[in-house]
């Protein structure tokens, strides 16, 4: 029912900044937590961040803490991920994801998410 759209990938240098974007449809966008994870060649899937239904709560994984920042405009049903200070060992597929939480909670959890989005290259040269 929720459709995902991720943009803003790209390729950028180490030490670089890149903003993506995850865009919205169906259902109702504020009734859900939404959550970056990030999947690099010959890896699992890991989290990246997350972010409550109100947009007032948020998680990092530990790697990314201080580096990203993720964000949400729940009018524009648009969900955002600030990465900067990028390294090259973070070039990885970037999914936006859904989750539908009970008030401020978030998950960091792959599996507790409800819809994916098609994922956005991240490309970090060194």
């Known amino acids: 029912q929720v459709q995902l759209v991720e943009s803003g990938g790209g390729l950028v240098q180490a030490g670089g900044s890149l903003r993506l974007s995850c865009a919205a449809s169906g259902g109702t966008f504020s009734n859900y937590a939404m959550g970056w994870f990030r999947q690099a060649p010959g890896k699992e899937r890991e989290f990246v961040a997350a972010?409550?239904?109100?947009?007032?709560?948020?998680r990092y994984a530990d790697s990314v803490k201080g580096r990203f920042t993720i964000s949400r405009d729940n009018a524009k049903k648009t969900v955002y991920l600030q990465m900067s200070s990028l390294k090259p060992e973070e070039t990885a597929i970037y999914y936006c994801?859904?989750?539908?939480?009970?008030?401020?909670?978030?998950?960091?959890?792959?599996?507790?998410?409800?819809?994916w989005g098609q994922g956005t290259q991240v490309t970090v040269s060194s």
């Open positions: 994801a859904a989750d539908l939480l009970i008030g401020e909670a978030v998950s960091l959890r792959g599996s507790s998410y409800n819809y």
């Open positions: 972010i409550s239904r109100s947009g007032r709560s948020s």
